[in-house]
């Protein structure tokens, strides 16, 4: 029995699968529309539409880094119990060497790549059926060059970070000094590499906000506005400090900035080093968790 592209559209509508997964079901059953929704179900592919709504929050980043490449992914799942199992952790790997390996241009990309005759998005539907949980590929990084990695609390937190030098990757004072960087920027979290890096447009919003406050102040609000510009500027200095990788003190050494860490590195070694970019990804961050009011429900359910 042939099928068309809208028997493929109204399978989907009804299961929640994707296109793919409805043409191959499709295909299978020989156009029949219902023996195609129970195969999605049979596959437990069904299934899974239906959770890919639940938050999935929990998880863990994991890199990688190899022959100059590096990369970082995050993987979602709805529990910690999920996160921690050595089936998640074991695809987590291999989605950060599939990145590095093959340079996809985004998570559709990365989900459609193939390793071991298998797409990514297969090898995450398989876990689903294992594990039963929402699980997502969120976002990734990729570097080429001389590239450290560094991972937090079993996968908490990722950093990824990018040098400009002529030392080797393996040399061992330079690696040293790239997982420094690396756990300065896991533990400050700033939000760029340098002052040129900060966009204009944020630097005046934060110009607005500062004076905004000033000006809020019994104790300012009456200073001239030449002198509130001034001010701004020596606390635009200390934005600079605090949210500036290289302006940054150096958690190790509070007499030196990330960035004279780096310089002093370079001139001990008698090379140049320079923080080329990073990446810093922390599980979960800026998704909503599932709040669940215990109380209201088991209130609900006596009512």
């Not at 003190?249 to 008698?270: H, I, S, W």
């Amino acid at each position: 029995m042939a099928f068309t592209a809208k028997d493929v559209q109204a399978l989907r509508e009804k299961t929640g699968c994707g296109m793919m997964d409805c043409k191959k079901a499709l295909t299978e059953c020989d156009g029949d529309m219902d023996a195609a929704a129970d195969y999605l179900r049979e596959k437990g592919l069904a299934s899974q539409a239906k959770k890919a709504s639940r938050v999935a929050a929990e998880g863990a980043v994991c890199a990688y880094t190899k022959n100059g490449v590096g990369a970082v992914v995050e993987l979602n799942s709805e529990t910690d119990f999920v996160a921690n199992g050595e089936g998640f952790k074991a695809l987590a790997a291999e989605i950060a060497e599939v990145v590095a390996d093959q340079n996809p241009a985004d998570v559709e990309a990365l989900l459609a790549c193939k390793k071991d005759g298998k797409t990514v998005e297969e090898k995450v539907q398989e876990l689903f059926l294992a594990v039963r949980e929402n699980i997502k590929v969120r976002r990734f990084a990729r570097f080429e060059g001389k590239v450290v990695s560094y991972v937090h609390a079993g996968g908490k937190i990722g950093v990824l970070v990018n040098f400009d030098t002529s030392l080797d990757a393996d040399n061992a004072e330079f690696v040293t000094m790239g997982k420094n960087i690396a756990m300065q920027i896991a533990a400050m979290n700033p939000s760029y590499l340098d002052e040129a890096s900060v966009p204009a447009e944020v630097l005046e919003k934060e110009k607005e906000i500062l004076i905004a406050q000033m000006k809020e102040d019994p104790k300012m609000a009456s200073k001239p506005d030449a002198v509130l510009a001034k001010i701004v500027e020596g606390k635009i200095g200390k934005y600079y400090k605090e949210n500036c990788l290289v302006e940054q003190q150096f958690v190790m050494d509070g007499d030196v900035t990330v960035g004279k860490y780096v310089e002093n590195t370079a001139k001990a070694l008698g090379a140049d080093i320079k923080i080329a970019s990073f990446v810093r990804f922390e599980k979960g961050e800026g998704i909503e968790k599932r709040k669940d009011d215990f109380a209201a429900e088991v209130a609900s359910m006596v009512k």
